[in-house]
């Protein structure tokens, strides 16, 4: 088994200088808060009129320009959105990279399709939590913590993976496991993963489900019930203990189902796109295509997210959840 580390590996003295957190979003917030309540000094690095810096203000941060955070920090993690990461790090980070400084990222897709090259004489490292931020932070509050990868791209002052660690435990991930990787690894197999289990090939699952009961006159209610909603109490369950925790929980007749009718669904066509996509990531072509998307003003992107905004699963759901008495209202 691979060898994982926790708390008592990681020293958090090593944050001992100022942590820029460049973004303040999903991820952004989630680092920041927490490597705060860790007892770090934290500033946020953000533009100028960019909703996020209220929100960072308010939870007590102190909020700069991306390039005075990056000129006052020791350790800068880069925590914008892929697309824009080469633009504002070669004009407003790399100037202030000097001499023993961290530069980090929590996701490898920069560095290695070299849209961001950095200097030789800066330590380049990735911390990347294997979950949504939003998580990364309540899991911390409560007293636990997203697993998350760490990789050293290079290595300048010697201590380069002492202080990713170190950053891992800060933001929570030590207290449920960090895993040693490269960023290579880390970014084939995140685009995988978010390409064809987690992201596209659940919402795909969870679509064809849907319009296949209501095609054939279910009700729309029904249909989201069985095709989007309970998939998150099986998953807690599958989480919690393996694929036989949620098989125990479950009647016979799913659990026959689920062995005689799954394996019709993904099939040896399934697996053999499985494989295409993962050339195409390991090649490169995908990372071309995003960029160039957000080169050309994200016109196919912009059309598939008002398309996707539209499918009339979001619809009923939105009316089925305004009615969960536990979730807030807006
Ligand atoms: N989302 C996730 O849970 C995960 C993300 N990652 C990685 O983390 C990184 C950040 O992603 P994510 O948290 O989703 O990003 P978000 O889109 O949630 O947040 C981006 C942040 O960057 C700010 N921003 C946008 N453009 C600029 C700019 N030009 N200059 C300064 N600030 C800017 C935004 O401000 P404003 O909103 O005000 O415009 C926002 O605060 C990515 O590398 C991603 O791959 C890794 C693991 C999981
Ligand atoms: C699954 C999507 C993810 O890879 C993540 C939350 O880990 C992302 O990049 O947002």
Same mark, same amino acid.
């Given at each position: ?47 100028? *009129? ?57 996701? *490898? ?34 007293? #636990? ?54 992201? *596209? ?40 203990? *393996? ?45 071309? #295509? ?17 398309? #996707? ?22």
């Amino acid at each position: 088994m691979a060898r994982m580390y926790y708390d008592a590996d990681a020293n958090l003295d090593l944050l001992n200088g100022t942590i820029a957190i460049i973004g303040y979003g999903s991820q952004g917030h989630a680092h920041a808060l927490n490597l705060k309540d860790s007892g770090a000094n934290v500033i946020v690095g953000l533009y100028p *009129g960019s909703k996020s810096a209220i929100k960072a203000k308010e939870s007590g941060l102190t909020v700069y320009s991306v390039e005075e955070a990056a000129k006052r920090a020791d350790f800068i993690m880069v925590l914008l959105p892929d697309e824009v990461q080469k633009t504002v790090y070669k004009n407003e980070i790399e100037p202030h990279l000097t001499e023993g400084k961290v530069l980090a990222f929590a996701h *490898g897709f920069n560095i290695h399709f070299a849209q961001v090259v950095p200097p030789s004489n800066v330590d380049v490292v990735m911390v990347a939590p294997k979950g949504p931020g939003h998580l990364v932070r309540r899991t911390y509050e409560q007293g #636990e913590g997203v697993p998350a990868l760490f990789a050293v791209f290079q290595d300048a002052s010697g201590q380069a993976r002492d202080r990713a660690m170190a950053y891992a435990k800060g933001i929570g991930g030590t207290r449920a496991g960090i895993l040693e990787t490269t960023f290579r690894e880390e970014t084939e197999t995140d685009l995988f993963g978010e390409q064809v289990v987690l992201c *596209g090939g659940l919402t795909a699952l969870i679509k064809a489900g849907f319009e296949t009961l209501v095609e054939a006159g279910y009700q729309p209610e029904v249909a989201y019930f069985e095709c989007l909603h309970e998939v998150k109490l099986i998953v807690d369950l599958i989480v919690e203990g *393996g694929l036989a925790k949620m098989r125990d929980s479950i009647s016979n007749t799913a659990e026959y189902g689920d062995f005689t009718r799954g394996p019709r669904i993904v099939n040896d066509d399934t697996r053999a796109e499985m494989r295409k996509i993962l050339l195409e990531i390991q090649t490169g072509q995908f990372a071309r #295509e995003f960029v160039l998307e957000n080169q050309s003003g994200k016109p196919g992107f912009t059309a598939m997210r008002r398309r #996707e905004a539209e499918h009339q699963i979001e619809a009923v759901g939105k009316d089925l959840r305004a009615m969960f008495s536990w979730l807030k209202k807006a």
